[in-house]
């Protein structure tokens, strides 16, 4: 199994930058894909971006391309997402997720097997 911890959520202006962490223990981490994924309140809960265990591979959602970097630091057993020029709609709560099925960063939230319990963003105005 595999645990996962985030952390780096606050509230943050709009236009403002922050960074998000998430810590992940069990089984080896390095081989897993990893995503994150966001939930608005009264909304369902969406993909935001993935990364693959090894190459360089990157998945993004639309509405965050250009804005946020995902990355990871397979020593440290730590992926980070990277926020910037945040907007207010990306007031959520923010999961980590892994994929222990595929190396691969896929969009498909039933992909994924193992989430964190979230950390909150808050864009004010």
């Known amino acids: 199994q595999v645990q996962l911890v985030e952390s780096g959520g606050g509230v943050v202006q709009a236009g403002g930058s922050l960074r998000l962490s998430c810590a992940a223990s069990?089984?080896?981490?390095?081989?897993?894909?990893m995503g994150w994924f966001r939930q608005a309140p009264g909304q369902e809960r969406e993909f935001v971006a993935a990364?693959?265990?090894?190459?360089?591979?990157?998945n993004y959602a639309d509405s965050v391309k250009g804005r946020f970097t995902i990355s990871r630091d397979n020593v440290k057993n730590t992926v980070y997402l990277q926020m910037s020029s945040l907007k207010f709609e990306d007031t959520a709560v923010y999961y980590c997720?892994?994929?222990?099925?595929?190396?691969?960063?896929?969009?498909?939230?039933?992909?994924?097997?193992?989430w964190g319990q979230g950390t909150q963003v808050t864009v004010s105005s």
């Open positions: 997720a892994a994929n222990t099925a595929s190396s691969m960063p896929t969009r498909r939230q039933n992909e994924y097997d193992y």
């Open positions: 069990g089984r080896t981490f390095s081989r897993y894909a």
């Open positions: 990364i693959s265990w090894n190459r360089p591979i990157t």
